[in-house]
């Protein structure tokens, strides 16, 4: 790697971490820019976990480089380690402590005093909307409120970078939207976020730029409009009048547009994805399908058009969806 670049806050180049015969991480080249949410998105077993621990010096790599805003994570790993926070897949705070407890105890290790300690502990779960359960032992919490406490107590001291890893994992939609909105708050601030995560829709809501990783290799990377281009124009959804002439309207769409087409639950639904749109557009590649379908006798009652989500670009990616079954080896 040459000289690290001043406005990045990660920059790897073949990164590399096995355990025994597997290559949990196979060569992984990273640049996230600083002040922003970077996504790493990706199945269980994909190498997120073990990619982040690396970057927050939990774990040696076995090959390539990795610096944190210009510092080697191996040859200056404390000074990697005061700038950064990580919140990993488990609350990592005393369940037997009461959250305030938890805040004051946390505070003290950091070098704050307890009046100090104490004050801010009450600054950020008031933020977080947990002054009313300041009192009560960390066990009594919902999900939800263990992981807001966790990235509260993540941010005591205000990183430069905060490590996410799967935050949202097992969470109801309120709770979600929740943490969300405290990554957001967070960044606000200056804080640069990289976030793991196996979910489509959380990827598509913080990140502006985003890593698609799988078996431990980076397979695309971009901002959000760039991956779902690179996949195709969208996708245009049709609802017939009659469903005996599905069969047919998915023969045309076949032939004219040379795309996939996927006939849905609802007897009237058929969706086709459009290929690259190219000169003609995708407006354009509908307007011709529709034509088409006229010309065969196909009843359309309504169409529409819509860009290819996350989903479809891990499925046309990796070939396989996010929730992959595989398991990521332990480190």
Do not use: C
Not at 27 to 53: M, S, W
Not at 221 to 246: C, F, I, M, N
Not at 286 to 291: G, H, I, N, V
């Amino acid at each position: 790697m040459s000289r690290p670049t001043a406005d990045l806050a990660i920059e790897t180049a073949g990164l590399v971490k096995t355990f025994g015969a597997t290559r949990a991480v196979d060569g992984v080249d990273l640049a996230v820019p600083a002040g922003t949410v970077y996504g790493v998105l990706g199945p269980n077993g994909a190498g997120k976990t073990t990619t982040v621990k690396m970057l927050a010096t939990l774990l040696r790599p076995d090959g390539g480089q990795a610096h944190v805003f210009g510092r080697d994570v191996v040859h200056e790993a404390d000074e990697v380690r005061g700038r950064v926070s990580l919140t990993g897949q488990y609350a990592s705070v005393d369940e037997d402590l009461t959250g305030m407890e938890n805040m004051i105890l946390l505070g003290r290790l950091l070098g704050h005093s307890k009046k100090g300690a104490r004050a801010r502990g009450e600054r950020l779960l008031e933020a977080f909307g947990l002054s009313d359960a300041a009192g009560r032992q960390v066990k009594h919490y919902s999900g939800g409120m263990r992981r807001r406490l966790d990235i509260a107590a993540s941010i005591l001291n205000t990183p430069d970078l905060l490590f996410l890893d799967e935050p949202t994992t097992g969470l109801d939609p309120r709770s979600r939207n929740q943490v969300w909105d405290i990554v957001r708050a967070v960044v606000a601030q200056g804080t640069t976020v990289l976030l793991t995560t196996q979910y489509l829709d959380e990827a598509d809501q913080l990140a502006s730029r985003i890593a698609v990783i799988d078996r431990g290799k980076v397979i695309a990377e971009g901002t959000k409009g760039e991956l779902k281009a690179s996949v195709g124009a969208g996708s245009v959804h049709l609802r017939l009048r009659d469903p005996a002439q599905r069969p047919l309207a998915a023969d045309v769409l076949r032939r004219v547009l040379g795309a996939s087409v996927q006939e849905e639950p609802d007897p009237v639904a058929v969706t086709a994805r459009l290929g690259a749109a190219g000169a003609e557009g995708a407006a354009g590649q509908a307007a011709r399908a529709l034509s088409e379908l006229a010309v065969a006798g196909v009843t359309v009652d309504n169409f529409a058009l819509g860009q290819p989500s996350l989903d479809e670009v891990f499925l046309a990616l990796t070939g396989h969806d996010t929730h992959d079954d595989s398991e990521e080896v332990a480190a």
